[in-house]
């Protein structure tokens, strides 16, 4: 079964630090990848996503995520963080067999100014 | 350019009341539909999703129920809410395929 797994729920940096949110799914396929962040009682919004060919992949607000298959991993990147990226970001993973898309239980970013 | 709505913000409601929340999306045609909830610290759970008109498929067996009257209405019910169904509901569209999820802005649900 798809699953994903983001093992820090909290994580704390100080603006202007580089940031790395982690990201491990579990799927027999080449998965469709998605990372989203959602600000306190709104939607979620999508950040990036990853179907096939370049690993490195670029999103909005400066992110980018690199997709290791060998590691199962989907990690999103910052190099400088802003205070307004203080907000909870979700790994998700789709596929094209299936209509889900399975979401990961989140990860809160705090940011220090 | 694709829109999707989705009401009320939010929403009191007591114990044993009916629940209705809609969703609609514009701009695209077909698309397939999907109600989430979200408790504190538990990510997003899927509850429903559907990929045609009348087609209503569920991932939780629960109090709840989702109907699409038509291409592009999304409605999810109760009969009687329980204190359990409070929480954050979002619903999502995607066009299929390899295309990822929209959100609206969901409705905070609080059964008191």
């Known amino acids: 079964a798809q699953s994903v797994t983001q093992p820090d729920i909290h994580i704390t940096v100080s603006e202007g630090a580089s940031l790395e949110l982690r990201c491990n799914y579990s799927?027999?396929?080449?998965?469709?990848l998605f990372w989203y962040v959602q600000s306190p009682g709104q939607g979620l919004q999508l950040l990036l996503k990853?179907?096939?060919?370049?690993?490195l992949v670029q999103g909005i607000k400066g992110f980018e995520a690199e997709f290791k298959r060998s590691q199962s991993s989907f990690n999103l990147r910052k190099p400088s963080v802003h205070w307004s990226d203080a907000a909870e970001y979700f790994c998700?993973?789709?596929?094209?067999?299936?209509?889900?898309?399975?979401f990961g239980t989140g990860t809160r970013l705090k940011v220090l100014a | 350019s694709q829109t999707i709505h989705q009401w009320p913000a939010t929403l009191v409601q007591p114990v044993g009341s009916p629940l209705s929340l809609e969703c609609t999306v514009e701009?695209?045609?077909?698309?397939?539909l999907y109600w989430y909830r979200q408790a504190a610290g538990r990510g997003l759970q899927l509850l429903f999703y559907?990929?045609?008109?009348?087609?209503i498929s569920s991932e939780v067996p629960q109090n709840l129920s989702a109907s699409r009257p038509q291409d592009r209405q999304f409605i999810l019910s109760s009969k009687k809410l329980l204190l359990s169904d409070s929480g954050f509901y979002l619903c999502?569209?995607?066009?299929?395929?390899?295309?990822?999820?929209?959100f609206g802005n969901g409705t905070r649900l609080t059964v008191t």
């Open positions: 999502a569209w995607s066009q299929g395929g390899d295309s990822p999820l929209h």
């Open positions: 799927y027999g396929a080449t998965p469709y």
């Open positions: 990853y179907f096939s060919g370049d690993t």
């Open positions: 998700a993973v789709g596929s094209s067999g299936t209509y889900k898309y399975i």
């Open positions: 701009g695209t045609s077909n698309p397939n």
């Open positions: 559907s990929v045609g008109i009348g087609q």
